[in-house]
């Protein structure tokens, strides 16, 4: 697959684990990402996605 990455790859060069880019780009926060079979394609020219995680220990929507 020319102009493609495996996630393994993407992880190495990203500095975060595999699970987290498969959690991406099922959430479709990579974009152009495509999945082939079990296996997801990542575009040579992707970008990273800001970390929009939870980082206080706060929930962000209200308790009733």
Partial sequence: ???YKKISEVSKEWG???R???TLCLEGR????KKFGNVWAIPDDAEKPKDERVKS???IKEKD
């Fill in 1 to 3: 697959m020319q102009g």
């Fill in 16 to 18: 975060i684990s595999e």
């Fill in 20 to 22: 987290r880019i498969n």
């Fill in 30 to 33: 990579i974009e152009g990402a």
């Fill in 57 to 59: 220990g706060r929930y």
